[in-house]
């Protein structure tokens, strides 16, 4: 299996900045991208942004330029700049990883991100 641990949400006010962490641990073979996706109160899980080994990154139009997507090893980051109230959220963490037998997605548990005055 895969484990994903999530850190670095909270509470900021509007403006502010947070840097979510995830890492990825257990038997794998490789990882194929990893990502952040998020899911609002009574709304749909969405992309934020991913990145794929070898180094590209794809975001949300309502984040890009504001968010950027980084690993190092199996961690993956999320720095959050000039958050939004409409981005609070539970921010879930993403791993596409290669086992013996094929890729599979696995997820974290999510860490919430509150952005109020």
């Known amino acids: 299996q895969v484990q994903l641990v999530e850190s670095g949400g909270g509470l900021v006010q509007p403006g502010e900045s947070l840097r979510l962490s995830c890492a990825a641990s257990g038997i794998m073979l490789g990882i194929n991208a990893m990502g952040w996706y998020r899911q609002g109160p009574g709304k749909q899980r969405e992309l934020v942004a991913t990145i794929i080994t070898g180094g590209g990154t794809n975001y949300a139009d309502s984040v890009n330029g504001r968010f950027t997507i980084s690993r190092e090893k199996n961690t993956v980051y999320l720095q959050m700049n000039s958050l939004k109230p409409e981005d609070t959220a539970v921010y879930l963490c993403?791993?596409?990883?290669?086992?013996?037998?094929?890729?599979?997605?696995?997820w974290g548990q999510g860490t919430q991100v509150t952005v109020s005055s």
């Open positions: 993403n791993c596409n990883a290669r086992r013996i037998g094929g890729s599979y997605d696995y």
